[in-house]
């Protein structure tokens, strides 16, 4: 089945630095890639993802990008602020089946 | 819109005890998910509700878990016993339905703690 590995595991960066996260996934079939935020105490609440037919995807200060021949894909961070703090989490999908989760990663932005 | 609801938001209980957990789904989504997320760890499917028909339980430890979806709108979660590694957050969540490719709406999740 569908194996997504995410990394780093922690990051720590300065307030307007960028941050990536990159996840790698094995099933060739997966053809949908979204990215969750996770603050404390709460549930998952997606902020962006993109579809197998399409390279990049920008939403104001983050972005996508999917490269399907290596099979792996990453979230961009601009201009990072303190409330961007929190666990991100990518997943992986086929067709609208289950979403297969990594690991997450730990966003620290320091001011 | 309304989100995903589920109660209780926290739970305490000896192991071998029984708890049960329930969400109601975003009105008009025909799917629902039941994770499990361990911490530290990303959430993993326990079961796949299609309305009141189970799509994927292939992940369920069925020996002491079990879910249904009345009337295809709300679902609870049941562990009876429970154990010791059963101490996670379970998160309920929603979408349009199988096929839909898109994101699912999470609720805030159950903290279940076994002690």
């Known amino acids: 089945g569908e194996n997504v590995e995410q990394h780093p595991s922690t990051l720590s960066v300065q307030e307007g630095d960028s941050a990536v996260i990159k996840c790698t996934y094995s099933?060739?079939?997966?053809?949908?890639f979204p990215w969750y935020k996770q603050e404390l105490g709460k549930g998952p609440q997606l902020i962006i993802d993109?579809?197998?037919?399409?390279g990049e995807k920008k939403d104001q200060r983050i972005a996508v990008t999917l490269n399907k021949t290596a099979k792996h894909f990453s979230l961009h961070i601009t201009e990072t602020q303190p409330e961007d703090s929190a666990v991100y989490f990518c997943?992986?999908?086929?067709?609208?089946?289950?979403?297969?989760f990594g690991q997450g990663t730990t966003l620290q932005v320091k001011p | 819109e309304a989100g995903v609801a589920q109660s209780p938001r926290y739970k305490i209980i000896e192991k071998r005890q029984s708890v049960a957990f329930w969400c109601n789904p975003i009105?008009?989504?025909?799917?629902l998910y039941w994770y499990q997320q361990i911490l530290g760890q990303g959430p993993k499917l326990l079961i796949q509700?299609?309305?009141?028909?189970?799509?994927?339980d292939s992940q369920l430890p069925k020996d002491r878990f079990s879910a249904e979806r009345l009337k295809g709108v709300d679902s609870t979660l049941k562990i009876q016993p429970a154990k010791l590694e059963d101490s996670a957050v379970y998160l309920c969540?929603?979408?349009?339905?199988?096929?839909?490719?898109?994101?699912?709406?999470f609720g805030s999740g159950t903290r279940l703690t076994v002690v």
């Open positions: 969540a929603s979408s349009l339905g199988v096929g839909f490719i898109g994101g699912y709406t």
């Open positions: 099933d060739s079939a997966s053809n949908y």
């Open positions: 993109i579809r197998s037919n399409v």
């Open positions: 997943a992986a999908s086929t067709n609208g089946g289950k979403l297969i």
């Open positions: 009105s008009g989504h025909a799917t």
């Open positions: 509700f299609q309305n009141n028909g189970v799509v994927d």
